[in-house]
């Protein structure tokens, strides 16, 4: 039951970061097209392709938890996906 409540309470956390990290990269994305520049086009570029390679990448690991009979089909390890992705650009982005 408390192995239960962590990893419950431990999705929630890391789903609000994701959140709030998410809305960070969408605003300096944002900023960055609206200053426009040389890098736009090839910021524009990246994040369709990355959200292509991260939307494939997390399909497959829900496929292979759900041939491996987890019934939460690998959610932590998406989320975790996700925010290692997520976290990469804020960094590159505000660097």
């Known amino acids: 039951m408390f192995a239960d409540?962590?990893?419950?309470?431990?999705?929630a956390y890391h789903g609000t970061m994701l959140a709030i990290e998410s809305q960070?990269?969408?605003?300096?994305r944002l900023t960055k097209m609206a200053l426009g520049g040389p890098g736009v086009r090839k910021?524009?570029?990246?994040?369709v392709s990355e959200k292509m390679e991260t939307a494939a990448e997390s399909s497959r690991m829900m496929l292979m938890a759900m041939l491996g009979g987890q019934s939460?089909?690998?959610a932590e390890k998406v989320?975790?996906?996700?925010r290692r992705k997520v976290t990469a650009n804020r960094r590159r982005l505000s660097a």
């Open 24 to 28: 960070q990269v969408i605003a300096m």
């Open 72 to 74: 939460d089909m690998g």
């Open 43 to 47: 910021e524009a570029e990246l994040m």
């Open 79 to 82: 989320m975790t996906l996700y």
């Open 5 to 11: 409540m962590f990893s419950w309470t431990s999705m």
